[in-house]
């Protein structure tokens, strides 16, 4: 079964400053996506950036870029400048391709940012 | 543009009542999906839908049931509610496969005590 692992439940960082949130997964297919997710305090889910496994160049969408490593199965995403609007629960998601389009989520990261 | 409507937002149910859950989008997506959200767990998939009277089972499905009839709604039906249930509930739907995302509403919290 496919699983995807958020080891770090908090994390903090200052305003401007950098930080990385770590996301594993497990699976044996070679065709599938990644995703992060953001859930501010209002419940509502962002789409943050998106990655196709099959593409080697690292996605970026502003101040967010994801480090992606297909051997390692890891898939971290990067925040640079951090703002007071960037604290909520990150989730990493994974989805194989093809027929089966369910999109299987990690545990969250819930990340402060410190003014 | 309304996206991905859930109603209703909140709820409290006693143990054994029945309720379903509406979720409605105006995008039209062929892919729907129900989630559960709980503390520590993130999100997991109750059942989802690949097209207009479709329904498949996702990781707990248990204890609830699907249908989609017509291709803009998902109902997300709890026949007999337990305590294990209360939990925020989200709809997502997305319009094609693989790198399409999900779109999300608001989502629902259910109090069953």
């Known amino acids: 079964a496919q699983t995807v692992t958020q080891s770090q439940p908090e994390m903090s960082v200052q305003e401007a400053e950098t930080v990385t949130l770590s996301c594993t997964y497990d699976?044996?297919?070679?065709?599938?996506?990644l995703f992060w997710y953001k859930q501010p305090p209002s419940r509502q889910m962002i789409l943050v950036i998106r990655q196709e496994a099959y593409k080697q160049q690292n996605a970026t969408e502003n101040r967010f870029s994801v480090n992606f490593q297909k051997a390692a199965k890891s898939f971290s995403l990067k925040i640079s400048d951090s703002q007071l609007g960037d604290a909520a629960m990150y989730f990493c998601a994974y989805r194989i391709g093809g027929a089966t389009n369910k999109l299987i989520f990690g545990t969250g990261t819930l990340l402060a940012v410190q003014p | 543009n309304a996206g991905v409507t859930q109603t209703p937002k909140f709820r409290v149910l006693k143990t054994g009542q029945s309720m379903t859950l509406l979720c409605a989008q105006d995008m039209n997506h062929e892919y729907m999906y129900w989630y559960r959200q709980d503390p520590g767990m993130g999100l997991r998939l109750i059942h989802y839908s690949v097209g207009e009277g479709t329904t498949a089972k996702g990781e707990v499905p248990d204890g609830y049931n699907v249908s989609r009839l017509k291709k803009q709604n998902f109902l997300l039906g709890l026949e007999s509610a337990a305590p294990s249930q209360t939990s925020v509930y989200f709809c997502?739907?997305?319009?094609?496969?693989?790198?399409?995302?999900?779109?999300f509403g608001n989502g629902t919290r259910l109090t069953v005590t």
């Open positions: 997502a739907s997305s319009y094609g496969r693989d790198n399409s995302p999900l779109h």
């Open positions: 699976t044996s297919e070679s065709d599938y996506y």
